[in-house]
């Protein structure tokens, strides 16, 4: 999903595009969600966690509202530039989402508004900031970013994170804070760390089903196991099934035997080849 919506757009997403690029059926998808809609809303939801991780992580330990402004900042700025797919999802293609996602995107924001509007525990008194001021600078801040993003800049976001705390503290602390925040150097983050990964699907011929998977999960598991072993592990009770399916897996080079084999009057030992291990942890199952 964080792949195709940076793509391409979150309207642009279809159950079939989804279930080509992620190698499963139409039926898998459907057991594990009701509707498009509920895979986008859960994707948005799991972006939304790693973002809130970052952030309390990387504020541990820091008292001051400033200090703690700029390391959530920093963070999250960095967490968007190594995760643009993720990144996107998250403030642009969330806007042309469905109302359970705006919804998730609407309490979000208040939370970071009451975080910001902590700042008045540091203005001095003569300071007073209108009501509205905390809403206004999430809002001035995610259109930078989100300007940033539809204008699919090279740039990192880490670079805007002087310029960024200046507007944010400025309302609360005045010029002279504002201006040291943009006088304090941020390094950006290199780019390298960029991940899009490689689609790990591409070329296979067989589409992976949850029985797939589970074979998969069980050789994992077990190297060496046999072809009874992997289908007491998967659940498979006919020989014939769980033969069709290793042999197709292994032609697909999923899969390796790695024992003497059934000419020489032993079991077969299957082993994941590296492409297996890759589709296996696309799957979530490792």
């Keep these: 999903m964080f792949e195709l919506a940076f793509e391409g757009g979150i309207q642009t997403v279809s159950v079939a595009l989804l279930c080509q690029r992620a190698g499963l059926s139409r039926?898998?998808?459907y057991e594990l969600f009701d509707s498009r809609e509920e895979c986008v809303h859960a994707a948005f939801a799991d972006a939304i966690d790693t973002a809130q991780d970052t952030v309390v992580g990387a504020t541990v330990g820091v008292v001051r509202w400033r200090e703690q402004v700029r390391a959530g900042l920093a963070?999250?700025?960095?967490?968007?530039?190594?995760?643009?797919?993720?990144?996107r999802l998250l403030v642009v293609e969330a806007l042309g989402c469905g109302v359970p996602t705006l919804e998730l995107r609407r309490e979000v924001l208040d939370h970071a508004a009451t975080l910001i509007d902590e700042g008045r525990s540091e203005a001095r008194n003569a300071r007073r900031p209108p009501p509205l001021t905390a809403e206004g600078i999430v809002g001035a801040v995610l259109s930078v970013i989100h300007a940033r993003m539809l204008a699919r800049d090279s740039r990192p976001l880490t670079e805007l994170?002087?310029?960024?705390?200046?507007l944010i503290v400025h309302p609360y602390l005045g010029s002279a804070a504002a201006q040291r925040e943009l006088d304090t150097r941020t390094d950006a983050q290199p780019l390298t760390a960029r991940r899009l990964p490689a689609d790990p699907f591409k070329d296979l011929s067989i589409r992976l089903?949850?029985?797939?998977?589970?074979?998969?999960?069980?050789i994992a598991h077990a190297p060496g196991a046999s072809n009874?072993?992997?289908a007491d592990s998967a659940g498979i009770t006919d020989p014939g099934q769980i033969s069709r399916l290793l042999t197709r897996l292994q032609r697909n080079g999923l899969i390796q035997d790695t024992g003497i084999g059934p000419t020489k009057g032993m079991a077969r030992a299957w082993s994941l080849t590296q492409h297996g291990h890759d589709i296996l942890q696309a799957t979530g199952q490792t």
């Design 209 to 218: 089903t949850y029985r797939t998977a589970c074979v998969l999960s069980s």
């Design 161 to 166: 994170t002087g310029s960024l705390m200046a």
């Design 75 to 87: 963070a999250l700025l960095g967490l968007l530039d190594r995760e643009p797919g993720m990144g």
């Design 228 to 230: 009874k072993q992997v």
């Design 27 to 29: 039926r898998t998808f």
